[in-house]
């Protein structure tokens, strides 16, 4: 896989290797499969973990496949050290990654938080599973949600995305390491039971089109290196620790632009407002969507030709992951109606949500849980719209038939 300039921040050249598209481009593969393939496409140089249903299969093919790419794969004694493990091969210079689910998901927390504090680039993916404690390991939930977003104690940004197809699962896979590379940060794929599981087509990028980003490095020499620097992107350079005699302090206290301990209200406050300003001057960048309305598709890029087709409908309904499979079967049945598919689940691109959700009288909100995200959407709404949610979460599918019960209430 070819690499971008390590003095750059710009998006790698593209994938010429064969190998991603031989005579067929064609595959037939579960999610597990495509995310660890997504990963290698990604750059993938570490993989540290620990086998948890129904994750489990991503780190059986890369336990083979990595290696075989140059990269190196370890089996922890437990989800804390993969976690551990990998922030120490990210600062090692490698693209690190890690998959569980449930438990072990809970057991990162203490480490995504180091991974925040440092800003340490990697991959946490979670394939969702009924909870809590040992629930039930081979049913889907999107019970995870709040937990991607805020289960390590403190203020901290992070980027959490949910695929809906196991296509989803390869592209949002390098996604998530270009996000992470790009903007120094953790970022957690929250994926599912039900599509790490299933088995549909996936079509390889074919050569030529695949972008992948690699993490700024620094231009000046290691005496003048300042690992936390501001910069006018708020994304600090980051050097491989010990390469060519870059050397600096890494903590999980308040640092200052050294990387040293501080507890300087203005220094921390400093830092606090320029690790979430990196995020939040972005969302442009970060958040991606799908909104259908009229059996059009608008994404992320013509945000605003879907907010001009949207008044046409009297319903909205907002899902992701697994959910929305059975949310984008509704206009089918039920006329006026518009969905729109998250992929970025966290951060909110708020300005667009609020618009839009203005523009509705009535939304749904269609997840596998007890409204967790139905009450972001709720806060969002502000009282604009009426939001009700179609939730579940006794380990059954939410079908087509049920978000089409609940819409033809509103009717």
């Known amino acids: 896989m070819p690499m971008s300039d390590p003095t750059s921040s710009e998006p790698a050249p593209r994938a010429t290797d064969p190998r991603l598209a031989p005579e067929s481009n064609v595959r037939f593969w579960d999610g597990n499969r495509a995310c660890a393939e997504g990963a290698i496409m990604a750059g993938l140089g570490f993989y540290g973990g620990y086998p948890i249903t129904p994750s489990t299969e991503i780190a059986e093919f890369l336990s083979w496949r990595l290696p075989q790419e140059g990269g190196v794969f370890i089996q922890m004694e437990d989800e804390i050290a993969s976690l551990a493990a990998c922030i ?174 501080t507890d300087s209200p203005p220094v921390i406050d400093a830092w606090m407002h320029r690790v979430f300003r990196k995020i939040e001057q972005n969302l442009d960048l970060i958040c991606s969507w799908e909104l259908l309305v009229d059996g059009e598709v608008y994404d992320s890029s013509n945000a605003q030709a879907g907010l001009e087709a949207v008044p046409r409908c009297d319903l909205l309904l907002v899902s992701y992951g697994c959910s929305a499979r059975a949310a984008v079967a509704v206009p089918r049945e039920r006329a006026r109606t518009a969905v729109l598919r998250l992929k970025t689940v966290w951060p909110l691109h708020e300005r667009f949500m609020g618009d839009l959700l203005g523009r509705v009288p009535n939304v749904l909100v269609v997840e596998m849980n007890r409204g967790q995200m139905t009450r972001e959407i709720e806060r969002l709404a502000a009282g604009r719209s009426r939001v009700r949610g179609v939730l579940r979460y006794d380990g059954e599918m939410i079908t087509p038939a049920h978000v089409l019960a609940a819409a033809r209430e509103l009717s």
């Open 88 to 261: 120490g091969a990210s600062y090692g210079g490698l693209k690190a990654m890690t998959a569980t689910s449930g438990p072990g998901f809970s057991l990162c927390q203490e480490n995504l938080g180091l991974a925040c504090m440092t800003e340490t680039p990697l991959v946490l993916v979670n394939v969702q599973r009924m909870g809590p404690s040992t629930g039930q390991p081979t049913r889907p939930s999107q019970g995870d949600l709040m937990q991607a977003v805020w289960g390590t104690h403190g203020d901290h940004p992070i980027i959490v995305l949910s695929p809906s197809s196991v296509a989803e699962m390869l592209s949002l896979t390098v996604r998530a390491f270009n996000l992470s590379e790009r903007f120094r940060t953790p970022v957690v794929l929250l994926a599912d039971e039900m599509v790490a599981h299933m088995r549909e087509k996936v079509e390889l990028p074919p050569p030529g089109t695949l972008d992948v980003w690699n993490r700024p490095r620094p231009l000046n020499p290691p005496e003048d290196y300042v690992a936390y620097a501001e910069t006018p992107d708020q994304v600090p350079p980051m050097a491989t620790f010990g390469e060519g005699g870059y050397r600096y302090h890494v903590t999980g206290l308040f640092h200052d632009q050294d990387g040293f301990p």
